[in-house]
């Protein structure tokens, strides 16, 4: 198994595609982090997931925080050390998205989606890379989006933090190359999860929907051994949907 020994963490696991990266993570033998903002959370629960993994024959630990807390998502992160003794993979994973004209958004909504998608994702890899260096190895998979490599209208908050994400991915991995870790992204397209309103794009190239186990198979990828010559990249798992040219319809009447 590729990752015996190894200790994972996946923020937003309780759930959709954070639930399908932890548990692949443990059936290769990584112990796993799982983390969701509170227990009991509608539509997941970070302690059914790591329950999952341990019946499943793996080792998993909760961790209930919002990872746009700059304590909380500190805390996550010695939580996994103080447990496991060490941090190799993170998973930048938590998200959340709101549908509608950019003129709608009250601003805790604009603030919530950038500090949830970007601002969280930051602290992670601030919080992290003190151990990782250390010990000079690290995996850091940021979940970017489709959405963050062909901007959407409706999601625009949304997409433009989807950006950012890349962006760090990008400009992090020379930052820590010295160290051997290595940052990368992973860009979903529409996949049937509750944040996505329980459908999927089943019109792209390949004419197929696309699943959190395509997702996790990405992810898995570049957090392995088998990526470590790969680093500040991304890998979109859209099923060529970015390629397509999008049709802009009136959002919202003046």
């Not at 870790?181 to 944040?195: D, E, K, L, Q, Y």
Request: net charge neutral.
């Amino acid at each position: 198994m590729r990752f015996n020994g190894k200790v994972a963490i996946v923020t937003g696991s309780g759930q959709g595609i954070g639930k399908s990266i932890a548990l692949a993570l443990a059936a290769e033998g990584a112990k796993v982090v799982t983390n969701n903002r509170k227990e009991g959370q509608k539509g997941g629960d970070a302690a059914m997931a790591a329950a999952e993994i341990k019946a499943a024959g793996g080792e998993a630990v909760p961790f209930f925080g919002s990872i746009s807390d700059y304590n909380e998502s500190k805390k996550l992160i010695e939580t996994a050390v103080n447990k496991y003794g060490r941090i190799d993979i993170l998973v930048n994973n938590a998200a959340t998205m709101l549908r509608g004209p950019l003129i709608n958004y009250t601003e805790a909504q604009i603030r919530e989606i950038v500090d949830i998608n970007l601002i969280g994702c930051i602290f992670f890899c601030q919080h992290a890379i003190p151990y990782m260096a250390k010990q000079k190895y690290g995996k850091i998979v940021n979940i970017s989006s489709g959405a963050g490599l062909q901007a959407e209208p409706g999601i625009t908050v949304y997409s433009a933090t989807k950006y950012g994400v890349i962006g760090l991915t990008e400009a992090l991995a020379p930052e820590l190359g010295y160290y051997n870790i290595n940052v990368n992204a992973v860009c979903p397209g529409s996949i049937a999860t509750r944040m996505g309103e329980g459908g999927s794009d089943i019109n792209n190239v390949l004419h197929r929907e696309i699943t959190g186990k395509d997702v996790a198979a990405a992810v898995l990828f570049l957090a392995s051994d088998d990526a470590q010559s790969i680093t500040s990249t991304w890998i979109p798992v859209t099923s060529g949907t970015e390629k397509r040219v999008l049709s802009y319809k009136p959002l919202f009447v003046v």
